[in-house]
């Protein structure tokens, strides 16, 4: 809560290009706060570099997915959109946060061993301490909600932790925030491995469909999608999780209930079906392209929006800020 404002919060890395499981379990259900909450969605460049980055390459990401954003239906008179190393007070945060994080809590991270195995070479300490700057992140704006895919529930608790450790020790400081995942499309898995989460750092890309790729190429990824034995339309991840993925996808971009597309495909078979997804997809993502291009096409005017919503967010972040360092006794003379 900022003064009487519910907060939503979120971020999405620039880190490679999205995929429909950023769009189906965290950026569509952005958009549903806008009226009722002040809502702030960061494109968090600095989560992304504790993995290497090609510069051109986090450059160019970075205003693209403020051009998604925007695309997916974020107006940014409604919602600040902004860079978060344009606001410095995130990584003044995280610090002092690292100062009330333990090395316990941060070596339990999922993701943190997921990523140290798949970047052996390069195990640096951000990896290790990147929950403390998400925290951070979330608690500049004293959040209420985070809207967030279920691979990043576990960040997201802790942070809770942190907060409630804060406010024991400082009382009032930090709103606690919660986690709100997508019913459906909290989790959408790779095509290739229907066990495996849809990542955008997959090396298949066959494995994944990315918000920008072509008709064409939607169509081809899931009719090579991988199905499971037998061949009927029938919900069940233990038994069927390829189908089972397939068909909630379908349910996010129809809106279609899964009892209602088992009844849609009863008595048809997987090739039916996975056309069907497939257009169903690309019919839903075409808008999203088309204005993604013509976002794209004017850099001025992504810039004249990353610089609003700098504004907007620092004067939140900067308010929070001043209250943690009045209440950890950093004197402040201005
Ligand atoms: P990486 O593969 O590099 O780890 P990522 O694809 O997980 O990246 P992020 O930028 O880390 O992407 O995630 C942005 C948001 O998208 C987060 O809220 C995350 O939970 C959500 N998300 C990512 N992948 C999926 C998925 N397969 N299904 C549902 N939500 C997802
Ligand atoms: N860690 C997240 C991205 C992220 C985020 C956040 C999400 C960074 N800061 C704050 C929600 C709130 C990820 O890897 N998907």
Known sequence: MFGEQKVSFSGVQPSGNLTIGNYLGAIRNFSEYSEKYKTFYCVVDQHAITVRQVPADLRRRTYETLALYMACGLDPNKNTLYVQSMVHEHAELAWILNCFTMFGEL????????????????????????????AADILLYQTDVVPVGIDQKQHVELCRDIAERF????????TVPEPIMAKHGMKIMSLAEPTKKMSKSDENANAVVYILDD???????????????????????????????????????????????????DGRGYGDFKLAVGEATADALAPVQADFRAYMSDKAGLEAQMKKGTEEASWYACRTLSKVAKKLGFVQVR
């Open 215 to 265: 008709r064409d190429t939607i169509i081809r990824k899931f009719k090579r999608a991988v199905t499971d034995s037998g061949s009927e339309i029938r919900y069940d991840v233990n038994e069927k999780p390829g189908v089972s993925n397939l068909m909630t996808i379908y349910s996010c971009f129809t809106g279609k209930s899964i009892e209602e597309i088992e009844r849609e495909f």
């Open 107 to 134: 070596s339990r991270m999922t993701q943190f061993k997921d990523k140290s195995a798949r970047h052996a070479d390069n195990i640096n300490a951000g990896l290790f301490t990147y929950p403390t700057l998400m």
């Open 167 to 174: 406010n024991q020790l400082y009382p009032g400081t930090f």
